[in-house]
């Protein structure tokens, strides 16, 4: 099948085909074909997959005959968890909208507000914003939301992880009851289903791979080091294998910074990308690594979600997640659409009932390696988790965690949930408003 069978605009065509894609990936085949035909969708597709064409091309013929917008109205949203995702989502509209009339612009956090409100006051077919920023502006009435024929939540698991869960809440109470609603997900959670159940009019459903499930194009191996050998252990293994274009992941922003800094000594170019980091930071380290001009980045889970890398050959867990969905999160940055990858982790006694925790969700026992030289040690104890949000395990056989872990880690109210959503809209955290930004797209 080609995306010429699927039903869509000659202009939407040259589109795709100038972005170098001829065939429509599985979520692409059934996700494109549903939403043209107007109906509520929900869709569970691993990260990498082609969601995000599955949604922005049919949504664009959608619009591309309609009525344009009055003054700061909206026709389409676009919900994602993230500044990066947003921004991502926003190329992809701006990419395969090229050939049309339509005026689409990208909104989120953490940069000055009044460029936003400018590309909004003539109105926009198409807004790519995080619900934090979002909701600032709808309650400042620099937005109209009145007249959305298209809501789009995507990263849904993703978005209710975060906290974001009230937002969204309260920005469905000033929709329009008549529209068409596509929820996309990594996974099928019960959380997402229970969403799924309030917002959706009959769906069509698609679960293009297993619930929990890890791409088969990607090399998954574990490390067992101790936890003082991790970043040689690192170093040597890129310059052993001469690794590029690698995204480690690490728990915290501390220890992203560290990690960064302690690579970059060892001659090896590396920076780091975090909630701490302003955007103006984070865009240069992104666009430096998609380049291929930087070797090594080092992000949080908040941070790397949305990072688009064709052809990613490496994901390195320094340290394994809390959360044990967020493993097939991250992995999911390589092996995209088809192509190879490897994930590597690395993981140290402290860990292990973490890993137990991940192979239960996958369902697959993880390959287990030593690199000589970094046996590690048989009798070293293991120490609680740094940050103590251990759900899934922070001590070898905790199991799940306690419950103030699981609160925090999903995002329900706990502190790290607070964080997180003030990162989002710009924010310092207990501080109630903050600055705001975008790029005009399209």
Not at 36 to 64: H, V, W
Not at 140 to 149: A, P, Y
Not at 284 to 308: C, E
């Amino acid at each position: 099948m080609t995306f010429s069978e699927l039903g869509l605009r000659a202009e939407l065509l040259r589109a795709v085909e100038a972005q170098g894609y001829t065939v429509p990936t599985p979520i692409q085949r059934q996700a494109i074909p549903a939403v043209l035909e107007g109906g509520d969708l929900l869709a569970s597709a691993q990260t990498g997959t082609g969601k995000t064409a599955g949604f922005t091309l049919p949504m664009l013929q959608r619009l591309a005959d309609g009525k344009r917008p009055g003054k700061r109205q909206i026709r389409a949203l676009v919900l994602t968890p993230t500044r990066e995702l947003a921004a991502q989502v926003g190329e992809s509209v701006a990419d395969y909208g090229r050939h049309l009339t339509l005026k689409s612009h990208v909104i989120f956090g953490g940069v000055g507000q009044q460029p936003q409100v400018d590309a909004i006051r003539p109105g926009l077919d198409v807004l790519v914003a995080t619900p934090g920023r979002l909701l600032d502006l709808q309650q400042q009435k620099h937005v109209d939301l009145s007249q959305v024929e298209i809501l789009v939540l995507d990263e849904a698991d993703r978005m209710l992880d975060m906290g974001f869960i009230h937002d969204i809440k309260k920005i469905l109470k000033v929709l329009p009851p008549k529209r068409q609603n596509l929820l996309f997900s990594a996974t099928f959670s019960d959380e997402i289903q229970a969403l799924a159940n309030k917002l959706l009019d009959r769906p069509a459903m698609i679960e293009v791979a297993r619930r929990n499930t890890t791409a088969e194009t990607v090399d998954q191996a574990i490390y067992r080091v101790d936890r003082e050998k991790k970043r040689e252990l690192l170093a040597h293994l890129i310059s052993q294998h001469n690794w590029h274009q690698v995204l480690v992941f690490t728990r915290t922003k501390h220890g992203a910074n560290r990690l960064a800094e302690q690579l970059s000594k060892q001659e090896i170019p590396a920076m780091a990308i975090h909630g701490n980091k302003s955007q103006s930071a984070r865009t240069k380290a992104l666009a430096a690594f998609k380049s291929g001009d930087l070797q090594v980045l080092v992000a949080t889970d908040i941070a790397a979600r949305g990072l688009d890398i064709s052809e990613l050959p490496h994901v390195v867990n320094f340290e394994l997640p809390n959360v044990a969905e967020d493993y097939v999160h991250r992995i999911g940055r390589t092996g995209r659409a088809g192509s190879e990858g490897q994930a590597v982790s690395l993981v140290c006694v402290d860990e292990h009932g973490l890993l137990k925790g991940i192979e239960r969700l996958i369902k697959r026992d993880l390959e287990k390696r030593i690199e000589p030289g970094f046996e590690p040690d048989p009798n070293a104890k293991p120490e609680p988790i740094e940050n103590g949000r251990n759900r899934g395990g922070g001590r070898a056989g905790q199991g799940r965690g306690n419950a103030q872990g699981r609160g925090q880690g999903r995002g329900n109210g706990g502190q790290a949930a607070g964080q997180r959503r003030d990162d989002e809209r710009g924010q310092a955290p207990r501080r109630r408003r903050g600055g705001g930004g975008g790029r005009r797209q399209a």
